[in-house]
């Protein structure tokens, strides 16, 4: 891949993900260098006092030459300055809980750096490039996933990065965070070393650059959404699969039936559930049958709904990618002498709201593919399937185990649907009296991700085992495919005494295999995100 040019406007989600995931290299561009040069020079002036107010005093400029929080008052003389923004980081390393995983350590990186790059935050270029030499050194910060409210911004996480780059190189006791270098979790002093990066002095206003924005939230929740969208296609392929072996009724998925309650969403699914379902010889051959129950019959209405979720989670993180969510921001255009704003662009609502979204969505599609499971395994809701879809030879092992595992997850997915953004606890002296929690409605939105691909895996290998009972008849042209697929993956693990764990991690492996499997046959699935 070609490198990636960080200007604080263009960042993608699919940048994001090649950059935290694939290692793209990233670079700074000339555009963004001179801007926020331009902002640097502004807040130089008034760390050296040369900014005056309308009595002629020196200008005050919240973190610039103040303290910071409920201590906005106090002035800092301006050779503490650069002492000033090494202790905003020291103070705030403070978070706790395992690190985050290394792929959103990377992308909450890359999104400081170009939250910076729009150079509204009156830092040195310098300061993104070492955010740039970690991520093209392979150096990924180990930061706590808990402690961050989200407001003002990602403090405690952030903190730890700052650690890492900003430290004094003569001071061998100083705390200087940790970070992963290959497999080895070493210190930043260490990291640094085996990168060959040099460790930065702190200038005015800096340690707030570093620090003021929801970046590890957004990190979490852009990763989720990636994965999210990967697996709506998935979940379309699994339902397929067993809407054909329940021998099911498409007529609910007619596009002249979804023109007259045409969400988006809707309409999409049921048209992928078309084209996989096409050429099928088991669908629709029950005599008599007008109707499926809801598991199978309302699935464009629930997976659709959760599409249209993930295009509203999606078009909100896009706004973030690109924002500067510093505090003050500095907006040179302004016809004002004071170009220093104070707002609370750093605030993660925006991002704890879709993030609670987002696990709520997800969630659903969990418990409608755990209810197809279900009457997949069960012999009078199953078209006379076998009961538990046991081989007669081979009494006693059949799948209700993996039933249970997938009720206990979908269990999981709705304890952590309770929507984190809706509290708030105040801090800072009641100057921060109210928090966004999008930390952890971030963090949770992943791991109901994780949990949901789980049961779409366990879907799929009860639908493929249903599909060995009917070989007489020929499947759809897209089920097919994914059903060779999860046959070819399963084989090559497949020996006498495997169990159903060992085959629902295979097929979790190849995810994106089968779904590009079914991709290649049928290439106008809608709304498939490669």
Known sequence: M??????????????LVAVARAHREVQLSPTARTAMCQSLDWVLEAADGRLRDASGNPRSVYGINTGFGS????????????????NLVRSHAAGVGPPAPRDVARAMVVLRANALAKGASGCRPLLVE?????????????VPSQGSC?????????????????????????????????????????????????????????????????????????????DAQELVALAEVAAALSIEVLRGVTRAFRPEVHVLRPYAGARATAANLMQLLA????????????????????????LGAVRDALSHV??????????????????LQVEDDDKAFSAGMFHGEPVGLVSDYLKIAVGELASLSERRLYRLLTAPLSADLPA????????????????TTAAALVSECKALGWPASLDSIPTCEDQEDHVAMSTTAARRAADVVALAQH?????????????????????????????????ETLSQVLHPSQVPSESVAAIGGARHRILEAVRSECPDLDGWVS
């Open 150 to 226: 989200g407001s003002s911004g990602d403090l405690a996480p952030l903190a730890f990065l700052g650690l890492i780059l900003a430290h004094q190189p003569e001071d061998p006791e100083e705390e200087t965070g940790t970070a992963w270098v290959g497999e080895d979790l070493v210190s930043g002093r260490e990291a640094l070393s085996r990168g060959g990066i040099e460790a930065i002095t702190l200038g005015p206003k800096e340690g707030l650059a570093l620090t003021n924005g929801a970046q590890l939230s957004t990190a979490f929740a852009a990763l989720a959404l990636k």
């Open 455 to 487: 049961v779409v895996d366990i879907e799929l290998l009860a639908a493929h085992r249903a599909m060995q009972w009917r070989l007489a008849e020929e499947p759809g042209v897209g089920v097919s495919l994914a059903a060779r697929a999860v046959e």
């Open 314 to 331: 999606e078009s909100q993180l896009l706004v973030e990618l690109n924002a500067a969510t510093d505090n003050p921001l500095i907006c």
């Open 2 to 15: 070609s490198p990636l040019v960080l200007d604080g406007e263009s960042l993608s989600l699919h940048d």
């Open 71 to 86: 201590l906005a008052r106090v002035r800092i003389p301006k050779e503490k300055s650069s002492e000033l923004s090494r």
């Open 388 to 403: 538990s879809l046991a081989h007669h030879d081979r009494p006693g092992l059949g799948l209700f185990g993996i039933q």
């Open 130 to 142: 070492r955010l740039l030499d970690l991520l093209n050194a392979g150096i990924d910060p180990a």
């Open 279 to 302: 050429g099928s010889g088991l669908v629709d051959t029950i005599d008599g049958k007008v109707q499926d129950a809801y598991s199978l019959r309302c699935t464009p209405q629930v």
